[in-house]
C-alpha cells in the first residue's frame, strides 16, 4: 500500500472522529455550564432560544441575505464571466457572505427598533 492509498484511507477516520469529539464537546460544556448556574442559584434557561423570541426572523433574514447573494452571483457569473469562458468561484462566496451579513444587519435593526417599542 503506497502512501496516497493510506492518507485516503485515513482521511475518513480522521474527520469522523473530529466531528464526534467537537459534537461531544459542545454538549459536555453546555451540560457543564448549566450545571455551575444551578449550583450558584441561577436559571440556567436563560440563555435558552425561547427567550430570543426572534431568533426565527434572524434566520430568516440570513437565510434571504444568502439567497439572494446566491442569485446575483449566478447572474452576475453568467453574464460578465462565461461570456469570456472564465468560471470564477470567489464571486459566488462573497456575495453570498456580502448578503447573508447584510440579512443579518436588517434583522438586528429590526429587533432594535422593536426592543425601542416595548421599552416605552
Known amino acids: 500500500m503506497d502512501q496516497s492509498t493510506s492518507l485516503e484511507v485515513m482521511i475518513p477516520m480522521v474527520v469522523s472522529v473530529a466531528m464526534f ?3 461531544f464537546g459542545i454538549f459536555y460544556l453546555r451540560n457543564r455550564e448549566k450545571m455551575a448556574m444551578i449550583e ?3 436559571d440556567p ?18 437565510l ?5 447573494g446566491l442569485f446575483l452571483a449566478f ?5 460578465f464571466y462565461n461570456a ?4 470564477n468561484p470567489p464571486i459566488y ?10 440579512g443579518l444587519f436588517i434583522s438586528y435593526l ?5 426592543a425601542k417599542k416595548v421599552e416605552r
Open 45 to 62: 434557561r436563560i440563555n435558552d432560544k425561547a427567550n430570543n423570541r426572534n431568533y426565527v426572523l434572524t434566520w430568516g433574514m440570513l
Open 93 to 102: 462566496f462573497g456575495l453570498i457572505s456580502l448578503f447573508g451579513g447584510l
Open 110 to 114: 429590526i429587533e432594535k427598533k422593536e
Open 21 to 23: 469529539a467537537t459534537i
Open 75 to 79: 447572474v452576475s457569473d453568467h453574464l
Open 40 to 42: 450558584r442559584g441561577m
Open 84 to 87: 469570456q469562458g472564465v468560471e
Open 64 to 68: 434571504i441575505g444568502s439567497g439572494l
